[in-house]
């Protein structure tokens, strides 16, 4: 199985603050990557797909990059309803893993 | 409206059975893949199993391969998932998840259904 790694595993930011948050996968993965966000309570929702893909309705301060191994998902400038944990996960191949998670809280 | 409802979760003892239910709406069911994924407390997210439009296609986690059967009835767009020989790692919250394709990503999910494995 494919593993993912995230990192860091939290963090701490303000609003109006800029974040990276990373996914390294265990093997090459093209641009086979989505990221999610759970807010406590909730299922997770789609951010972005294809690593750069951003999904329908979800605002522009967030973006993906990368390809290969190495990705990230930036959001350009914190609100306060983008805190919340963030999860990877690759579409590479069954089995579909996720990373462990990030959780992005109010500093 | 476009939803997922899950239901059937509760309390069950070890070594336990328990069928969850997945409700679409809004869509053409019989057009998409569809997951079970699930999160146990303070946990992250871990895939469970998949099944293609027609059901003849599927996929699970190596941990419960040979315990868990994924199913549909495309009729009624439902999913279920047949959970028998439950273990206490099996806790968590079970989200049915709409795929956009055979590995893909999770464009659309349910709330969740509550399974508990404790004697």
């Known amino acids: 199985a494919i593993q993912l790694t995230q990192s860091p595993s939290s963090l701490s930011a303000s609003v109006g603050d800029r974040v990276t948050i990373t996914c390294r996968t265990s093997q090459y993965i093209s641009n086979a990557l989505a990221w999610y966000q759970q807010k406590p309570g909730r299922a997770p929702n789609l951010l972005i797909y294809d690593a750069s893909s951003l999904e329908s309705g979800v605002p522009s301060r967030f973006s993906g990059s990368g390809s290969g191994t190495d990705f990230t998902l930036t959001i350009s400038s914190l609100q306060p309803e983008d805190f919340a944990t963030y999860y990877c996960q690759q579409r590479n191949s069954y089995p579909i893993t996720f990373g462990q998670g990030t959780r992005l809280e109010i500093e | 409206e476009v939803q997922l409802v899950e239901s059937g979760g509760r309390l069950v003892q070890p070594g336990g059975s328990l069928r969850l239910s997945c409700a679409a709406s809004?869509?053409?069911?019989?057009?998409?893949?569809m997951s079970w994924v699930r999160q146990a407390p303070g946990k992250g997210l871990e895939w469970v199993a998949s099944?293609?439009?027609?059901?003849?296609?599927?996929y699970s986690v190596d941990s419960v391969k040979g315990r868990f059967t994924i199913s549909r009835d495309n009729a009624k767009n439902s999913l279920y998932l047949q959970m028998n020989s439950l273990r206490a790692e099996d806790t968590a919250v079970y989200y049915c998840?709409?795929?956009?394709?055979?590995?893909?990503?999770?464009?659309?999910w349910g709330r969740g259904t509550l399974v508990t494995v404790s004697s």
């Open positions: 998840a709409r795929l956009r394709g055979a590995v893909t990503t999770f464009d659309l």
């Open positions: 809004g869509f053409t069911f019989s057009n998409y893949w």
């Open positions: 099944m293609y439009q027609d059901g003849s296609e599927k």
